[in-house]
């Protein structure tokens, strides 16, 4: 089976601006779960999606959303970029068949804000 | 609140020895816990994972030991290599909830 794949792998933007960034899971994987990794914070969940219905969601303001579609693929936007928004971007997948569900990492989204 | 504390922050090891990562948490509630190994560049892989039934699990040259009344569970890996060169994470999550990472370890197997 192929992995979980993340598009753009690199992405540079500048302050105010917006940016979307995919996330297809592995085939059969129908949660998709975001977060955000930094050298000063660590991993950080931002949130989860199953049945393209939010599950969970981390402590992120507003700026930060997703969504999923009806094939399991999400989406995740930050608007009015800030330059603290620089990092790399994990998308993780899970077959969520009940009880407790093994995350599958992406190569993740590098996100620099200028 | 950190819910996973991770130590040490980095580790250096000579080829052939004993790795050993330590995280303690606070919740009684996690029911899973997870081992991840991130290289550069990449996302975080997992290498082994552990319930709390059981205090130890071995797979091959990684050995996850859990002290559930502790609150402590530590990953070894055996006769290090240079390839074992990366950053390791704890995590633990309860049933589907979202997982909690630790802060990372950078670990360095120097020849």
């Known amino acids: 089976k192929a992995g979980v794949t993340q598009t753009p792998r690199y992405l540079i933007k500048t302050r105010g601006q917006q940016v979307t960034l995919s996330c297809s899971p592995i085939?059969?994987?129908?949660?998709v779960s975001w977060y955000q990794q930094t050298p000063g914070q660590g991993l950080q969940f931002l949130f989860e999606?199953?049945?393209?219905?939010?599950?969970n969601k981390g402590n992120f303001p507003g700026r930060f959303s997703g969504r999923q579609f009806s094939n399991s693929r999400s989406e995740m936007n930050v608007s009015t970029l800030e330059l603290g928004d620089s990092a790399l971007y994990l998308c993780?997948?899970?077959?969520?068949?009940?009880?407790?569900?093994?995350?599958?990492f992406g190569p993740g989204t590098r996100l620099t804000v200028l | 609140q950190q819910q996973v504390k991770q130590s040490p922050q980095s580790l250096i090891v000579q080829k052939g020895g004993i790795s050993i990562i330590n995280c303690a948490y606070e919740?009684?509630?996690?029911?899973?816990f997870p081992w991840y190994q991130q290289f550069p560049g990449k996302g975080p892989a997992l290498l082994i994972a552990?319930?709390?039934?059981?205090s130890e699990k071995k797979e091959g040259r990684f050995t996850i030991s859990f002290n559930k009344s502790a609150k402590q569970f530590s990953l070894h890996i055996m006769d290090s290599q240079p390839g074992d060169s990366a950053t390791y994470f704890c995590?633990?999550?309860?049933?589907?909830?979202?997982?909690?990472f630790g802060t990372g370890t950078r670990l360095t197997i120097i020849p």
């Open positions: 993780a997948s899970s077959p969520w068949q009940g009880g407790t569900d093994t995350q599958y």
């Open positions: 085939s059969g994987h129908r949660s």
């Open positions: 999606y199953f049945s393209e219905t939010q599950r």
């Open positions: 919740n009684t509630a996690f029911d899973y």
């Open positions: 552990i319930r709390p039934d059981v």
């Open positions: 995590a633990a999550k309860i049933g589907n909830e979202k997982l909690t």
